[in-house]
């Protein structure tokens, strides 16, 4: 199981490196190692210093958000359920800095008091085939994080973040996640696409009328298709001397389908490779 789904994941990371260095991350995540920091993984994995781990976390090139829709898919297929429901909680991380994108003092459950922490609100899938992450955000304190555009460029926050409570940051990820889930309904329910190349009856409904004079004695002086319809008045000012460039087309209610000859003054008939059909 651990191998599919990081087979499914394996495409965000374009370099081997980087792609390697997650495999492992996510493995010491779910090992037995007491606190989980980029030099304990690192150490999980073999190496001597955090390099490999803090580089994956700040410098390599993927997008968390991607990432996030494949492990979202990923569990609403092996796990979805009629009995599932979304779990939202929100959990703390005991900070000693202030460097850290929207730490300060404020109440964590993880230590039942104020500490200087992070927050962030998490949901999660839960059914009777299993339960998993399928979602987070951060939540940035107002008035010592969002308004302060310094602070916020020095920990990378994106200038598209603007302060949200925790109660409107679950609904935004309970709302992308049921979006989510009747898209992969909707795609399960729909009928599957006839294997084959169309048969010729629909290649033939799939010709774009063209519209051409009631007789065929221009077409025979040589007269061009474009100017009988430019003549007709179909294709007003679209081309003329001295003017060059491309401009709009006709108006659709202009057009009429072959089937439908009485649209337009004139007869309509399909012509095709240059010759009426």
């Not at 958000?65 to 297929?77: I, N």
């Not at 000012?237 to 389908?257: K, N």
């Amino acid at each position: 199981m651990f191998e599919q789904a990081m087979a499914r994941i394996a495409g965000r990371f374009r370099r081997v490196e980087p792609r390697a260095t997650a495999r492992a991350f996510v493995l010491g995540l779910l090992s037995g190692v007491e606190r989980k920091n980029c030099w304990r993984l690192a150490e999980q994995d073999g190496h001597a210093r955090p390099g490999p781990m803090q580089r994956l976390l700040r410098t390599a090139r993927w997008d968390a958000d991607a990432l996030r829709d494949d492990v979202r898919a990923y569990v609403h297929e092996h796990l979805g359920a009629d009995n599932g429901v979304l779990v939202v909680d929100e959990t703390g991380f005991l900070k000693k800095g202030f460097a850290s994108a929207g730490v300060q003092r404020q109440y964590t459950g993880t230590a039942g008091r104020i500490e200087n922490s992070q927050v962030g609100v998490f949901l999660a899938y839960a059914s009777s085939r299993g339960r998993a992450l399928i979602d987070r955000l951060l939540y940035l304190p107002d008035m010592s994080w969002s308004r302060d555009a310094e602070r916020r460029t020095r920990a990378g926050v994106p200038e598209h973040v603007e302060f949200a409570t925790k109660p409107t940051l679950a609904g935004q990820m309970i709302a992308a996640a049921l979006l989510r889930l009747d898209l992969d309904r909707d795609r399960r329910r729909r009928p599957p696409t006839p294997a084959g190349p169309p048969q010729p009856e629909q290649r033939r409904t799939r010709l774009l009328p063209v519209l051409v004079p009631e007789t065929d004695a221009a077409v025979r002086a040589g007269q061009s298709g474009r100017d009988q319809v430019v003549h007709r008045g179909m294709l007003p000012g679209r081309e003329r001397p001295g003017r060059t460039g491309s401009l709009p087309g006709p108006p659709l209610d202009r057009l009429a389908s072959a089937r439908h000859a009485s649209a337009v003054t004139g007869k309509v008939r399909r012509v095709r490779c240059g010759r009426a059909v």
